[in-house]
């Protein structure tokens, strides 16, 4: 007799295939017979549906909604409707203002009138052709005193003839979002498996609702033949091995088509969104995997073994996926359930495919993104993979950019380079700089020092001009940033350090005879090293190159939102004032998801050193010491 082994992957909690539940799930499926259930929950959030109920009965506002009326002395007003979860059932609390009696010659002689709080215990289900509705099991009635009438509980009985058919006829199809799954994953499968797909997704059936604090889950149930569940010889053990170059140019190849995938995505939640928290949350997930990829493709990723790709997917999606519910909870979808349900539901199904029946050879395919961004508005002829290096005004709000960015610097008109600058006419300018505004002062130290490479002979003017460049740039964007005194103080050694470790205070190199702007390994560029890919349509990838005093900004302008949004939380934990410094570097190199890799002592040897140096730098620099640009030190502070 066939034994069946029933499985819940519950994907929010999936980060990747490990080794254990490889070797976990090859054992279970290696003692049964044909086939395994694999179990993907639909979640909707409770307010998602709230709203929903909302815009069935017409009780949107605080103003009250008829439900019903016959005449003056005959109605029901509802106001302000609140669904909740109560064990495994639901409630609908609302204010209910209601009169009922006969009217003679245009009076109400007898009728009762009542005001109080009116509740509605309602049983959600799924109908054989997958609809969601509810049956009303008990209505009751609490006076302003917390009271039960009697009274107008004789006449609810009669007004709930009136109510029971409107909450009981009120449905959300599931079929649109069950169709999608299906249109979504065929885009992820090679041809010869779209049969063998099918026939997995034709089994689907629902099982009992589970009703929870915030959600309600409906459990979908597919039947995945065991040929498809072996991952012995699939899934390869992690290990630490590279990607070879060639793994390494298809996964540039498809980065940007997962990265304007993620763009579509995030740029659909955010113009639909308003809460700051999660719009900021929004702007992180983005970054987090645009720091990945840059740190695969220059070889400084922790771990590249196995799919990049399907790596970068799985952490994107479990963020997408937490954030998205709790935007439905917080009230931020009105109006969007279906949508947002179909994304969700295919890409939680690909994700529970590709974890638990990896012989479907899913892959991660330009196609297939494609599909998934259009379950979300699937109206939209947009290419959502359209890839470009054009501003995004949508993610430069989401930055907290203002309209006002800083003026373009003027191309030098002196022919005699920098070099050539002694040291009265430094003197001289500095007096005169004092007595201008921080934007004048940065657009005459930019003029100054586009484009110079300086020898050796030139460095302590350069270095001067520099650290009065960071110094008007560090003084114009805190006049915008609210930080205390003792931050104020401390982020002028933290933009020093960092440009120093990043790039020796350099914007520009000479090769061949030929003036470029420093570019690294990664493709960062300038003073800054701001990385383009990572970066792209938040700041002006040209100006970057060519605007000292631009980049500048920008790299100030990360430190900052980093030190406010990841640094403070870290330093506020931990008690010590100096993570503070810390982890806002941690986050400007590796992303904010990375703001805390210094308290880990299980950290790479890479990452260590990265970070032991620019302590180092830090200490010597605010100890009082001296930016050295021949050895891109700084020199011992002096000795008392």
């Known amino acids: 007799m066939d034994t069946t082994v029933n499985l819940v992957v519950t994907f929010y909690r ?32 409770i ?7 909302n815009d069935a009965l017409g009780t949107h506002d605080t103003t009250p909604a008829e439900i019903f009326r016959q005449g003056d002395c005959r109605f029901i007003q509802l106001t302000g409707l609140k669904l909740i979860s109560v064990g495994d059932k639901l409630k609908v609390n609302t204010q209910a203002n209601l009169k009922f009696g006969p009217e003679w010659f245009g009076s109400c002689y007898g009728a009762i009138a009542w005001k109080g709080q009116a509740q509605f215990e309602l049983e959600p289900y799924i109908t054989p052709d997958h609809l969601l509705r509810y049956r009303l099991l008990d209505t009751e009635l609490i006076d302003d005193n917390g009271d039960k009438s009697l009274v107008a509980e004789i006449v609810w009985k009669l007004v709930a003839r009136i109510m029971r058919p409107r909450l009981e006829a009120f449905q959300i199809d599931l079929r649109p979002p069950r169709t999608e799954v299906a249109n979504v994953l065929h885009n992820f499968v090679p041809e010869s498996q779209v049969q063998q797909l099918d026939a997995i997704l034709n089994s689907v059936r629902a099982t009992v609702l589970e009703v929870g604090e915030n959600e309600l889950s409906i459990p979908l149930v597919l039947d995945v033949p065991d040929q498809y569940l072996a991952l012995t010889d699939i899934l390869p053990a992690p290990t630490e091995t590279p990607l070879s170059s060639e793994e390494l140019a298809n996964f540039e190849r498809t980065s940007q088509s997962w990265d304007a995938f993620l763009v579509y995505i995030i740029r659909n939640l955010g113009l639909k969104i308003e809460d700051t928290d999660i719009r900021i949350r929004l702007l992180e997930i983005l970054l987090n995997s645009r720091y990945q990829v840059t740190a695969i493709l220059s070889g400084e990723a922790e771990q590249t073994s196995g799919d990049p790709t399907r790596e970068l997917f799985i952490r994107a999606w479990t963020d997408l996926r937490d954030l998205i519910m709790e935007a439905g909870q917080r009230g931020q979808l009105s109006g969007q359930l279906l949508p947002y349900l179909s994304f969700l539901s295919a890409g939680d199904a690909l994700m529970v495919l590709d974890s638990s029946a990896p012989g479907l050879s899913i892959e991660m395919s330009e196609n297939g993104l494609r599909r998934l961004a259009r379950a979300m508005r699937p109206m939209d002829l947009d290419d959502p993979l359209k890839f470009d290096w054009d501003l995004d005004p949508f993610l430069q709000d989401l930055f907290n950019l203002s309209d006002e960015q800083p003026p373009i610097s003027p191309a030098p008109t002196q022919t005699v380079p920098p070099s050539s600058l002694n040291r009265h006419w430094l003197d001289f300018f500095i007096p005169v700089a004092q007595a201008e505004s921080a934007p004048e002062i940065m657009q005459h130290l930019s003029e100054r020092l586009d484009p110079w490479v300086p020898k050796a002979e030139e460095l ?6 520099v650290a009065a460049l960071l110094e008007a740039v560090r003084a114009q964007e805190l006049a915008q940033t609210k930080l205390t005194a003792e931050e104020s103080a401390d982020f002028s050694y933290l933009l020093s350090t960092t440009a120093l470790i990043e790039s020796c205070w350099r914007q520009y190199v000479q090769q061949d005879g030929t003036i470029s702007h420093v570019r690294s390994p990664s493709g960062s560029i300038g003073l800054m090293q701001i990385n383009p890919s990572v970066w792209r349509g938040i700041f002006d990838i040209e ?31 931990t008690g010590n004032h100096d993570d503070l410094a810390r982890a806002t570097y941690a986050a400007y190199n590796a992303g904010p998801r990375a703001a805390g890799r210094f308290l880990n002592p299980q950290a790479k040897p890479r990452v260590k050193q990265v970070d032991g140096k620019f302590w180092t730098l830090y200490q010597n620099l605010s100890a009082g010491g001296t930016v050295d640009l021949q050895s891109c030190s700084v020199s011992a502070p002096p000795t008392t």
């Open 47 to 53: 307010s998602v549906l709230q709203t929903s109920l």
């Open 543 to 573: 100006r970057l190159k060519k605007d000292t005093g631009y980049n500048a900004t920008v790299g100030t302008r990360i430190l900052l939102r980093y030190l406010r949004l990841h640094a403070r939380p870290i330093a506020r934990k």
């Open 14 to 45: 999936h980060r990747t295939a490990p080794i254990w539940f490889a070797s976990l799930l090859s054992l279970l499926v290696s003692s049964v017979a044909s086939s395994a259930e694999v179990t993907l929950p639909l979640r909707l959030p």
């Open 460 to 465: 302590e003017v350069y270095r001067i001009l």
